[in-house]
């Protein structure tokens, strides 16, 4: 059980990340859409490529995760 309990943990983090709002909870520490802008040429900061990384996740996987989810509920209702 050790590796579901991995992939549990796994998929619990990036729920975490695709529940995220960004209105009233980004925005509010300073992670909303207008702080992530950036000059021409620069390399973007570790802040900057964290807001990427969460619009991303908050993209992409919003539909992945529903099945994933139904998954873990299913194991977990058959084998506890």
């Not at 390399?43 to 490529?49: D, F, L, R, V, Y």
Request: a positive charge; aromatic letters at 8%.
């Amino acid at each position: 059980m050790a590796l579901y309990g991995l992939i549990q943990a796994a998929v619990l983090f990036t729920n975490a990340i695709a529940v995220l709002h960004e209105e009233r909870f980004l925005a509010k520490i300073g992670w909303g859409v207008d702080q992530s802008v950036g000059g021409f040429g620069e390399e973007p900061g570790i802040k900057t490529q964290l807001i990427n990384l969460i619009r991303s996740v908050r993209t992409v996987m919003r539909v992945p995760l529903i099945a994933v989810n139904s998954v873990c509920i299913v194991l977990l209702l058959l084998f506890g």
